[in-house]
């Protein structure tokens, strides 16, 4: 990927258009008051340079760069993982609206993005993931009960960080692109760049954190120290309610140029695009050649999470045109028309699915409250005699309240 | 330079009785100690801005790089929440960063990272992830300098669980704290005096140092107790000194941990002077004094003479380099607080 020569782009960041065919800012349109309030902007096509194997209609298209063969196995593995992501997902909504989860942060509509670059990933890679990635999380291996604690409020995540190649949830926006940009440093200090089996990190963040000092700087370390790093951004369109046009007045894959080094804008709903291009993202890092930015533009169907009312700041047209990109509908016409998909083996999702959202369901409704010495354990590697002290206390405190055993001596 | 590849050697408790004795600049002592880390740890690496070539703006990191090369030593972009963010990727990855932020009034841009992942990942990853990370910071006036380069911000991580605060006060602690801090498996903010960098006295490599974060009595006295640490050490020894002068025999705790705070000699002190002085260059309000004066009462309460005072910075910020002489703890306010105690 050659740098292109640069001219003012559009006002605002997402045109229809390439916009390096667009004619200076000053003739741009503007977009209205209503359409900015709205954000309807923000929903427009990925532009000429979005990467896509399948079209919305579920129809198979090359690429140039990034086209990679699937079998009719790894297709049907794909439509598999998204479907049982977004069932798990929607659970965890529905046990938030019963009271059971304190909040679920939704993916709905960002299943290929996830599946596709936590597809492409190798066991030995890490991820770190922001707080929407349960799909990425899925494919790492994580079983998804272990999402639970963090929603519930038993734990801040359960799972081990190093084992599983997947870091914890990170709550704050933005701080996770350099943890992971140090981590990848520390892979390829620890000499596991330069060939085929070199080791890669990938770090998720959404459009919102583009804006923040921390993923601006994980670019220039990841950029100076040529960090295996590929920086994966899911443009969903709005980062709670403030539209793209917020965050940015160029396509934010444009923005690895300032940088030096390669961003690609990849149709976020498009699995088989989303693995291709992460696939390649991923190889360049193990052969050294990172960092790799890429923007998948997608869209967040449902609320930012389940404490927010999307009516109040988008238009219910902008989710109906992205309803017809669903990343699993198109898998799924792709599926019946090109590999004979029957019935069967989506009735066997479906039940699968179902089996795994029963499974969710009863795990959180069983879910032991935590213990109270949790709270001081493993504050510090060496304990502290403030915390101990203070937990002993606490402890003795508790126990005035035990109800003395029956039966006993006395 | 290929190190050895070696585990980390524990540092304060396998003593030689030998004695490797040498007079040396706090900022010498600062840069044996990484030396030895470097040499004694491959995980070890040292990260800054102008760490590199230069050695640092204070040039306690000279010479490293040439020894190490630039892939243990890193001479970083200019950005404080990518020092700190960095080097807790580097800490799951196993590596144990040493990070220096130029000046004490530059370390905010990387707040974020210290009080957000580097103080909670032991804790949110139940233990499974470390945190080795030590960030070393020059604080305190004194220097003449330009705002931003002379302020005293322990308080503010002294109050955030999860990370350990120290500060050292001399060269042969300088040497043995900071390697203990390399050693210890959690996040310690070190706090270097900048006024003392280029003072020298004795170290002994071979000496076998009390632990890391525990206080120490520097001078034993009975009339009053005076508690305190970084460049106001110094400060209150000296203060010490004119006070036997005349008659009056202080105790001097250096209380060199700030959290974990290592209270107990100064408990034991004060039940014996039944008086305590607390000299610090941060803002009085809400700080590391702040806390001392609360445990105190609530340890000594019968023990007390006087009331504990406080000789600290002004509750303003830093003020200009013509006024820093009236801001600063001095010998005479150190005295006069002492008086006031003795008065009671
Ligand atoms: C530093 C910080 N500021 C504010 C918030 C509150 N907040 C949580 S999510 C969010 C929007 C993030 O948008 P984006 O980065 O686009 O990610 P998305 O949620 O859309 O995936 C905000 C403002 C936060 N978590 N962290």
Redesign the interface.
């Known amino acids: 990927m050659s740098p292109e020569h640069w001219t003012r782009p559009a006002h605002p960041a997402n045109e229809t258009d390439d916009v390096r065919t667009e004619p200076p800012a000053a003739t741009a349109a503007k977009p209205t008051r209503e359409q900015v309030i709205a954000g309807l902007r923000a929903t427009s096509e990925g532009g000429a340079d979005l990467v896509q194997l399948l079209t919305p209609e579920g129809q198979r298209v090359s690429h140039p760069d990034f086209d990679i063969d699937f079998t009719a196995e790894q297709l049907r593995d794909l439509y598999r993982d998204m479907v049982l992501v977004r069932r798990f997902d929607r659970e965890g909504n529905a046990l938030q609206r019963q009271g059971q989860l304190g909040i679920w942060v939704p993916l709905l509509g960002q299943e290929a993005a996830q599946v596709g670059a936590g597809r492409a990933m190798r066991p030995r890679d890490m991820a770190f993931p922001s707080y929407r990635e349960h799909g990425v999380a899925w494919c790492r291996g994580l079983d998804p009960t272990e999402l639970l604690g963090i929603f519930r409020g038993t734990d801040h995540g359960s799972w081990d960080p190093l084992s599983t190649g997947f870091h914890l949830y990170t709550i704050v926006i933005g701080n996770q692109a350099l943890n992971a940009t140090g981590y990848a440093m520390g892979q390829k200090f620890d000499g596991k760049v330069g060939d085929d089996d070199g080791e890669a990190t990938m770090v998720f963040f959404g459009d919102g954190a583009t804006s923040q000092g921390d993923v601006h700087e994980a670019m220039v370390w990841g950029s100076v120290y040529d960090a295996p790093l590929v920086l994966f951004c899911q443009n969903n369109q709005w980062a709670i309610s403030e539209p793209l046009e917020r965050q940015t007045r160029v396509p934010l894959y444009r923005r690895a140029e300032g940088y030096g080094f390669p961003g690609i804008r990849v149709d976020g709903n498009d699995v088989l695009a989303s693995l291709a291009v992460s696939q390649w993202a991923l190889d360049e890092c193990r052969h050294g050649n990172g960092p790799v930015l890429i923007e998948a533009f997608t869209y967040r169907m449902d609320a930012h999470t389940t404490t927010d009312d999307p009516t109040r700041y988008r238009l219910t047209d902008e989710l109906e045109a992205w309803k017809l990109k669903d990343p699993i509908e198109r898998l799924r016409v792709h599926l019946v028309r090109e590999h004979d998909a029957g019935q069967d083996f989506f009735d066997d999702v479906q039940a699968e699915s179902d089996a795994l959202a029963a499974r969710f369901r009863d795990f959180c409704f069983a879910m032991p409250e935590p213990d109270p010495s949790r709270i001081f354990s493993e504050v510090y590697a060496e304990e502290s005699p403030v915390v101990a002290a203070q937990r002993d206390e606490q402890l003795r405190y508790l126990d005035g309240f035990a109800e003395p055993a029956q039966g006993g001596a006395h | 330079m290929a190190a050895p590849a070696m585990e980390r050697t524990d540092v304060g408790d396998g003593s030689t009785g030998r004695s490797a004795v040498q007079t040396v600049t706090m900022a010498k002592s600062l840069n044996l100690a990484m030396r030895s880390a470097l040499e004694s740890d491959p995980k070890v690496?040292v990260m800054g801005e102008d760490v590199g070539k230069l050695g640092g703006v204070f040039r306690v990191t000279d010479g490293l790089q040439k020894d190490f090369g630039e892939?243990r030593v890193l001479g970083?972009?200019l950005?404080e929440?990518?020092i700190?963010?960095?080097?807790?990727?580097?800490?799951?990855?196993?590596?144990r960063p040493v990070c220096e932020i130029q000046f004490d009034g530059f370390i905010f841009?990387g707040y974020?990272?210290i009080v957000?992942?580097l103080a909670k990942?032991?804790?949110?990853?139940?233990?499974?992830?470390?945190?080795?990370v030590v960030v070393r910071v020059p604080f305190g006036g004194g220097i003449g300098a330009v705002e931003h380069h002379s302020e005293s911000p322990e308080s503010l991580f002294a109050h955030v669980?999860?990370v350990?605060v120290v500060a050292c006060s001399n060269p042969a602690d300088a040497y043995w704290m900071l390697r203990q801090a390399i050693a210890?498996?959690?996040p310690v903010l070190f706090f270097e005096p900048k006024r003392r960098y280029y003072e020298k006295a004795e170290l002994d490599t071979e000496a076998q140092p009390p632990p890391l974060f525990t206080s120490r009595v520097l001078r034993r006295g009975s009339a009053a107790t005076i508690a305190t640490y970084g460049p106001t050490v110094h400060t209150c020894l000296a203060a010490a000194s004119a006070a036997a002068e005349e008659g009056t025999e202080l105790e001097v705790v250096d209380l060199r941990s700030l959290s974990?705070?290592d209270l107990e000699p100064v408990f034991e002190s004060v039940r014996r002077t039944g008086r305590l002085v607390l000299a610090s260059e941060a803002p009085a309000e809400s700080s590391v004094t702040s806390e001392i004066a609360a445990r105190v009462q609530q340890e000594c309460f019968y023990s007390l003479e006087a009331p504990v005072l406080r000789v600290t910075g002004f509750d303003v910020p830093y003020p200009p380099t013509k006024l820093e002489k009236h801001y600063l703890p001095d010998l005479d306010r150190v005295l006069d607080a002492v008086d006031r105690s003795l008065a009671f």
């Open positions: 690496l892939h970083t972009p950005a929440s990518g700190i963010g960095t080097a807790v990727g580097l800490a799951i990855r196993g590596y841009p974020d990272q957000s992942q990942l032991h804790f949110r990853s139940q233990g499974k992830v470390t945190m080795s669980a999860g350990k210890c498996d959690d974990p705070l």
